[in-house]
């Protein structure tokens, strides 16, 4: 059957969490989209080439420095993006791609505390942020929580010149001038109270220079204000640091619950923390009262079980992993390049024992198959190649022998792609070219589902030699498990150019059914 090339690539980025202004974690991200309008009427064209140009001096010597940062970025000199960022935020706070763009030199650089402040800094300006949240969702969630009205009104200006005052701090910590960074922090303070972000920067710049009990203090603050960053703390293992920095906590999220009785994503932190402590009737608790004020998440039932089997309740356990069957999350979108899962991050690896065997048996297949070899790979099991080839077969087993022979892509380009532009075409190219391949999925499947329609949603995070590094279901209308992961199947084979960036991620969407069969009929 012929079918249309699923869309084309939108040149825009996406982090955070980078397309502009289609922004869902950080790095790079494309939506290639089905039926993609090809071009607009010629009169609208006209008529906007013929609007005058309104920006200030400001502006258009911002964007300059931006388009120069994101030139310099693309040929590997990440000293100098940084400092032409910084130039464009000079000229222009309210650039938040320049801030989307720090975020990329410090992630490549390793420096995850000051690419996670950028990223927040994005979040906190940019148009329309809480439509393309992806990675920082925690961050808006957990602060809304808190504080369902939000913070006191800021005018983006100002809200923009506290977010420079940041990365203009940042700069100086990472000069080796510390004092400096921190002399910002009244303006960053003013432009985002009750958000718990300035006393999370403060805090951890006064660590970083041994000041543990001062920057205790501040993180302290920070989580009363935020749970998402006791989040923060616990993926990134501060503890480590910290003494007693889970008791110091339990004892934040315990008071500010207090106050905030609907506050669903500190009632869970407080249940992880509980967990850790082998507090495991309190976090119980804890859990209840998530439960309580919002919907079943996984992560919630995940240590509910763990804490009735640490007590010995089997009968506890088991009805909490009998509510995990009925909601049946999908937990490929649990494993991302970015940062640890759950089991890895906050949990730090206490429950994985559970996960590996009554957490998994909850999956339905393939779902469990792949569960449990993302899972050993984030451990760095010696399992986990065994895993992935389980999981290999026990798609293979419903698919005819040779679904999976001859796929596109899967050789390594024989060209290196030499900027961001050919990068780009390099990856809509070899996604387009396996599409037929794709779709031969849906040829085996759609006889067995009831509805032959719907929509499916792949995101794929590359690593930097251009393998497939993660694959997640996150949209499947179909409701047919051995249709998406038959794709993720294919995806996971792939290769493409080796990145210019630290990683990149984008998504595919893709839909089936007898009216999109025959699209693109007799095109060329």
Request: charged share 30%; with cysteine.
């Amino acid at each position: 059957m012929t079918r249309p090339l699923v869309g084309s690539l939108l040149l825009r980025r996406y982090k955070t969490g980078s397309i502009r202004p289609y922004v869902f974690s950080r790095r790079y991200i494309w939506a290639i989209l089905v039926l993609f309008a090809s071009c607009a009427p010629h009169q609208r064209l006209r008529e906007v080439s013929q609007k005058p140009d309104e920006r200030t001096e400001e502006q258009i010597r911002g964007e300059r420095h931006l388009k120069q940062a994101e030139s310099l970025f693309d040929k590997g000199d990440a000293s100098g993006a940084q400092k032409e960022y910084l130039a464009a935020l000079s000229e222009w706070p309210m650039l938040y791609e320049a801030h989307l763009g720090l975020g990329d030199v410090y992630e490549l650089e390793g420096d995850t505390f000051s690419a996670v402040c950028e990223y927040i800094a994005h979040t906190e300006i940019a148009p329309k942020a809480k439509q393309y949240l992806d990675r920082m969702f925690p961050y808006v969630f957990s602060k809304f929580s808190r504080h369902p009205s939000g913070p006191r009104e800021i005018e983006d200006e100002e809200r923009a010149l506290g977010m420079r005052a940041m990365s203009q701090a940042i700069a100086k910590v990472r000069a080796g001038k510390p004092h400096l960074g921190l002399g910002r922090m009244d303006e960053i303070r003013a432009a985002l109270p009750r958000a718990g972000f300035a006393e999370y920067f403060e805090g951890m710049v006064r660590l970083s220079q041994g000041e543990v009990d001062r920057a205790t203090e501040f993180l302290e603050e920070a989580v009363a204000e935020n749970s998402y960053f006791a989040r923060r703390l616990l993926m990134d293992g501060e503890e480590k640091r910290i003494p007693d920095l889970l008791k110091r906590i339990e004892a934040v999220l315990v008071a500010t619950l207090k106050v905030h009785h609907s506050d669903v994503e500190s009632a869970f932190m407080l249940s992880v923390v509980r967990y850790r402590l082998e507090k495991n009737v309190a976090a119980v608790d804890a859990v209840r009262t998530a439960l309580s004020w919002g919907k079943a998440r996984w992560d919630m039932l995940l240590v509910k079980a763990a804490a009735h089997h640490k007590l010995g309740q089997e009968i506890e356990m088991e009805q909490a992993f009998a509510d995990l069957k009925a909601i049946q999350p999908d937990l490929s979108v649990a494993f991302t390049i970015d940062e640890p899962s759950v089991f890895s991050g906050v949990l730090a690896g206490t429950a994985n024992q559970m996960a590996r065997t009554k957490f998994a048996d909850s999956l339905k297949e393939p779902k469990r198959s792949y569960f449990l070899w993302r899972l050993a790979e984030e451990e760095k099991s010696q399992e986990a190649e065994e895993l992935k080839q389980a999981f290999f077969d026990k798609i293979k087993s419903r698919f005819s022998e040779d679904e999976f022979e001859n796929l596109p892509g899967v050789e390594k380009p024989e060209r290196e792609p030499q900027g961001l532009d050919e990068f780009m075409g390099a990856v809509q190219q070899r996604v387009g070219d396996a599409m037929e391949a794709l779709y031969r999925c849906d040829a085996t499947r759609r006889p067995k589902r009831g509805n032959p329609s719907g929509r499916l949603t792949i995101r794929v995070e590359l690593d930097r030699d251009g393998t497939v590094g993660q694959v997640g279901v996150e949209e499947n209308t179909t409701k047919d498990d051995w249709l998406a992961y038959c794709i993720v199947r294919k995806i996971v084979a792939m290769r493409f150019p080796k990145l210019l960036r630290a990683t990149e991620a984008f998504k595919i969407p893709i839909y089936f059914g007898p009216e999109v069969d025959n699209i693109g009929k007799g095109k060329k």
